[in-house]
């Protein structure tokens, strides 16, 4: 019986862990967790609590449905990580007034002051990158059409 990892069995290069895009993209976010978790925990945020802060920094007052749609997660995935947010008194989630059905996220003082803090994250992240921001901004643009390309099928 041959030996299954003989040379005349060798995978093509289509299935070469090194030529997957899934994995340089999967190795490369373990990375970049990796390299945020001591930066997020400095502030006391995991990386999911730290992207929806990043939202809430940008645009207060978002309803639970378009802060979802802005990190493209359902509400089950969301509504635990808020409910920490809020047990840390970083956020308020409160009943739109005008539809009650609709619930709305307000940072508070204390999750307005925590953006201070969060300004050293992206020139640690830039430098550990050894990339240029060109390079950078170049890498995340394509990253997003990557992203949106794959979110119509």
């Known amino acids: 019986m041959p030996h299954a990892n003989n040379a005349a069995t060798a995978s093509p290069a289509a299935l070469q862990l090194d030529n997957q ?5 999967y190795s490369a ?3 970049m967790t990796k390299l945020y978790k001591p930066l997020l925990d400095a502030i006391g945020l995991t990386y999911p609590q730290y992207l929806a802060m990043l939202v ?3 645009r207060d007052g978002l309803a639970v449905s378009e802060l979802g749609e802005r990190l493209f997660l359902d509400s089950g995935t969301l509504t635990p990580l808020l409910k920490r947010l809020q047990a840390q008194g970083l956020i308020a989630r409160l009943r ?3 539809d009650e059905r609709r619930v709305r996220i307000t ?3 204390a999750g307005r002051a925590l953006r201070d803090a969060a300004e050293r ?3 640690c992240v830039l430098e550990s990158s050894q990339c240029t921001i060109p390079e950078l901004t170049a890498l995340t643009a394509e990253l997003q059409r ?4 794959l979110a119509q099928r």
């Open 29 to 31: 976010s373990l990375a």
């Open 96 to 98: 739109d007034v005008q």
């Open 146 to 149: 990557l992203r949106d390309r």
């Open 121 to 123: 994250i992206p020139p």
């Open 56 to 58: 809430l920094w940008e």
């Open 21 to 25: 895009v899934c994995f340089a993209l």
């Open 107 to 109: 940072l508070t003082p």
